[in-house]
């Protein structure tokens, strides 16, 4: 039953992994939405009030790359809710530049928070997780196959996470599943101010490299999550959800 589970969501305050807590919350899951700033967590709840039942949401502030924080986020939720049955490892930043101007903190910075954030937060659920069907599901980013302009840092710690994911599925089999979501240009605001999606010219350009001919929605990547849950024979594949933009 879907009120029995309980989903850690790793930057869970903001963009995708704030729609998918109001949309899973919805559905009857119990919730432990990772966050950094305090600002995000009002807001969302000032959007969405029944992401403020604490007897089914735990807000819990965390750096994702730091261990003993990570460490008391996942004793919070068991001490909470006694169980853990999902992470959506989906916390991440983005510091973008050209490759000849990164410096090492950004590099570092970004490195951290997308690829041992994955990696620590998957170590720290399967020590909670004991001796239950449990689900990952990573993050990934075209740009860490293809790469892109400016974003050498963002694209290769992002690729490091498609062979991690294939590395945890081979190891937690057949208990725990490990799956990687790969959304496209899904209107976010990191998105949109990438690409100036708000320009006419931005958004042509954008719209142009997209065959399904539109933006991403929420309810799309909304929906893909709740298939790859679903999808009970499968581990170690990446899920597309990006209208064609990047066919692998």
Known sequence: MNEERVMVITGGSTGLGSELAKYFVSKGFRLVVNYFFDKDVQELIGNNSALGNKDKVLFSQADVSSRGQVQGMFKNAIDKFGRVDILLNFAGINRDAPFTEITDDMWDSVIAAHLKGHFICGQE??????????????????????????????????????????????????????????????????????????????????????????????????????????????TGANFYANGGQYMH
């Open 125 to 234: 659920f399967v020590a909670h997780n004991l001796d239950r069907e449990g689900l990952i599901l990573n993050i990934g980013a075209a740009g860490g196959q293809i790469g892109r302009k400016n974003g050498a840092n963002f694209c290769s710690a992002k690729g490091a996470i498609f062979a991690l994911t294939k590395c945890m599925a081979l190891e937690l089999a057949p208990r725990i599943r490990v799956n990687c979501l790969v959304p496209g240009s899904v209107k976010t605001r990191e998105v949109i101010d990438r690409y100036d999606l708000e320009t006419d010219d931005g958004l042509e350009k954008e719209l142009a490299t997209l065959p399904m001919g539109r933006l991403g929605e929420f309810e799309d990547i909304i929906h893909m999550v709740q298939s790859i849950i679903d999808a009970k024979f499968t």
